[in-house]
């Protein structure tokens, strides 16, 4: 890997329970491990140290990483202060039942300048059915203490295309987010990922017209509110959109540190491995943890970068990109309204992002 990445990933995997759509790598209960793996987290951060050069972002993510504490996250963001770059983003993101006002101003206090609630709803019977644990007025009163707070970003994660979801719902959640004074909203097309809870239990996502109109009001009544529609998922207040973020979007070289995290830089992507006491052992030994190594070829990166390129509201540089892998497309979709070009430069119109993965399909070869 060629030395100085810019951007971090420190993967924090405690959780009291699993969400019923959660795929992601979490360890449910296990918190008597984290004073271990923090210390781990932070011997691996020492190993990968030559990687990075000064940091312009930092990202804190799970998992639920505010069931760390800010006394064990302390000597972490102790390592990272002297690798910060004048200006640098340090985000984190917290379940809204896990932190009050004392450890809020504690988690600014230590460095940390961004943090991203997950809602999902603001409906108690969608939050049912998501096996979510906070209530409405537990994401209102966090919001309120991370604004509080003093944070630079207060965000806000939220779901759509959730069974039992109604149009009423969606127009009560827009309602309650739009309401809250937050900077940032992500707003995800559920997923039922297999071994979920909700894919065992059989639950099927909306059809796709439902989930097409759902997704263009989530963007008109977010717009209205004075969001800008920055990326596929995401909603920002002017000069409040998530730095680390755009980064993967920009396919920027990254490491990540934590059991899970992946790691792109210099044409190699790494992942270590799952297993929170395998991940603990290594690191004790002084060793790397168990990983997955892949040499990204030039049509891969190719064409990430053009998956990755065209999710943001800006254009896409051809000559960064590299060509399509249909370059005829791009003339049809130009005339078709989806498309715009103006010399080596790309981008998708308004109602080309509504389609934005057809689009792509139209324009490069994916494995399926």
Same mark, same amino acid.
């Given at each position: 890997?060629?030395?100085?990445?810019?951007?971090?990933? &420190?993967?924090?995997?405690?959780?009291?329970?699993?969400? %019923?759509?959660?795929?992601?790598?979490?360890?449910?209960?296990?918190?008597?491990?984290?004073?271990?793996?923090?210390?781990? =987290?932070?011997?691996?951060?020492? &190993?990968?140290?030559?990687?990075?050069?000064?940091?312009?972002?930092?990202?804190?993510?799970? %998992?639920?990483?505010?069931?760390?504490?800010?006394?064990?996250?302390?000597?972490?963001?102790? +390592?990272?202060?002297?690798?910060?770059?004048?200006?640098?983003?340090?985000?984190?993101?917290?379940?809204?039942?896990?932190?009050?006002?004392?450890?809020?101003?504690?988690?600014?206090?230590?460095?940390?300048?961004?943090?991203?609630?997950?809602?999902?709803?603001?409906?108690?019977?969608?939050?049912? &059915?998501?096996?979510?644990?906070?209530?409405?007025?537990?994401?209102?009163?966090?919001?309120?203490?991370?604004?509080?707070?003093?944070?630079?970003?207060?965000?806000?994660?939220?779901?759509?295309?959730?069974?039992?979801?109604?149009? @009423? +719902?969606?127009?009560?959640? =827009?309602?309650?987010?739009?309401?809250?004074?937050?900077?940032?909203?992500?707003?995800?097309?559920?997923?039922?990922?297999?071994?979920?809870?909700?894919?065992?239990?059989? *639950?099927?996502?909306?059809?796709? +017209?439902?989930?097409? +109109?759902?997704?263009?009001?989530?963007?008109?009544?977010?717009?209205?509110?004075?969001?800008?529609?920055?990326?596929? *998922?995401?909603?920002?207040?002017?000069?409040?959109?998530?730095?680390?973020?755009?980064?993967?979007?920009?396919?920027?070289?990254?490491?990540?540190?934590?059991?899970?995290?992946?790691?792109?830089?210099?044409?190699?992507?790494?992942?270590?491995?799952?297993?929170?006491?395998?991940?603990?052992?290594?690191?004790?030994?002084?060793?790397?943890?168990?990983?997955?190594?892949?040499?990204?070829?030039?049509?891969?990166?190719?064409?990430?970068?053009?998956?990755?390129?065209?999710?943001?509201?800006?254009?896409?540089?051809?000559?960064?990109?590299?060509?399509?892998?249909?370059?005829?497309?791009?003339?049809?979709?130009? *005339?078709?309204?989806?498309?715009?070009?103006? %010399?080596?430069?790309?981008?998708?119109?308004?109602?080309?992002?509504?389609?934005?993965?057809?689009?792509? @399909?139209? =324009?490069?070869?994916?494995?399926?």
């Amino acid at each position: 890997m060629t030395p100085g990445a810019s951007h971090l990933y &420190a993967h924090l995997p405690f959780c009291a329970s699993r969400c %019923g759509y959660c795929a992601f790598v979490v360890e449910v209960g296990a918190l008597d491990r984290r004073d271990a793996y923090a210390a781990a =987290l932070r011997a691996e951060l020492a &190993a990968e140290s030559g990687r990075l050069g000064p940091l312009e972002t930092v990202y804190l993510g799970g %998992g639920t990483p505010t069931l760390m504490r800010p006394h064990r996250l302390r000597g972490l963001l102790e +390592d990272l202060a002297p690798r910060l770059a004048p200006g640098a983003e340090v985000s984190i993101e917290a379940n809204p039942e896990t932190v009050d006002g004392d450890q809020l101003r504690e988690l600014r206090a230590l460095g940390i300048t961004r943090v991203s609630l997950g809602a999902q709803s603001f409906q108690p019977h969608l939050l049912a &059915a998501l096996d979510r644990a906070a209530t409405p007025a537990q994401v209102r009163r966090a919001v309120a203490c991370a604004q509080d707070a003093g944070f630079a970003s207060v965000s806000v994660d939220l779901l759509f295309g959730v069974p039992g979801q109604t149009p @009423q +719902d969606l127009e009560a959640d =827009l309602a309650a987010v739009t309401g809250l004074g937050v900077d940032h909203v992500s707003w995800y097309e559920l997923e039922i990922k297999p071994g979920t809870a909700l894919e065992r239990m059989g *639950a099927e996502p909306p059809d796709e +017209d439902r989930a097409a +109109d759902a997704y263009e009001r989530v963007v008109e009544g977010l717009e209205a509110a004075g969001f800008r529609w920055y990326e596929t *998922a995401n909603f920002a207040r002017p000069g409040h959109e998530c730095r680390h973020s755009l980064a993967y979007w920009s396919a920027a070289d990254y490491l990540g540190i934590g059991v899970g995290a992946v790691s792109t830089a210099g044409g190699v992507r790494w992942r270590n491995a799952a297993g929170v006491d395998r991940y603990i052992a290594a690191l004790d030994a002084g060793e790397a943890p168990r990983r997955e190594t892949e040499t990204l070829d030039a049509d891969t990166r190719r064409r990430e970068r053009w998956m990755l390129g065209l999710r943001v509201d800006r254009d896409l540089d051809i000559g960064w990109a590299g060509a399509p892998d249909h370059p005829e497309a791009l003339e049809r979709l130009e *005339a078709g309204g989806l498309v715009r070009r103006s %010399g080596s430069r790309i981008a998708l119109t308004r109602r080309g992002r509504f389609i934005q993965n057809a689009v792509l @399909q139209e =324009l490069m070869e994916y494995a399926s």
